[in-house]
Nanobody
């Protein structure tokens, strides 16, 4: 399973961006998808995840970011509003998946897309 992310860029504080990430491959079932980020000098952290319609958000983005998923397109989105300087990071998408008829879960990661919040 491969992931292709897009949508990063430069935005002013208070602005909005939408990230997209599409999973491709065959014979797999998606168990969950999510977004993580890594700021310079910091560890990668979970931003938002979605699984079976249940979403989870980091406290730092709750109420500002929305994760959604198009199951037919195997694509996950991250709508980011009211962006702050501290949201600047490389954002990575993740999919946890398994093959049909199997229970073992695999993780795949996108290549990362840079979001810069700056005035």
């Amino acid at each position: 399973v491969q992931l292709q992310a897009s949508g990063g860029g430069l935005v002013q504080p208070g602005g909005s961006l939408k990230l997209s990430c599409a999973a491709s491959g065959s014979g797999f079932i998606i168990n969950s998808m999510g977004w993580y980020r890594q700021a310079p000098g910091k560890q990668r952290e979970s931003v938002a995840t979605t699984s079976g319609g249940i979403t989870n958000y980091a406290d730092s983005v709750q109420g500002r970011f929305t994760i959604s998923m198009d199951n037919a397109k195997k694509t996950v989105y991250l709508h980011m509003n009211s962006l702050k300087f501290e949201d600047t990071a490389v954002y990575f998408c993740n999919v946890r998946w398994r093959y049909y008829g199997r229970t073992f879960e695999h993780d795949s990661w996108g290549q990362g897309t840079l979001v810069t919040v700056s005035s």
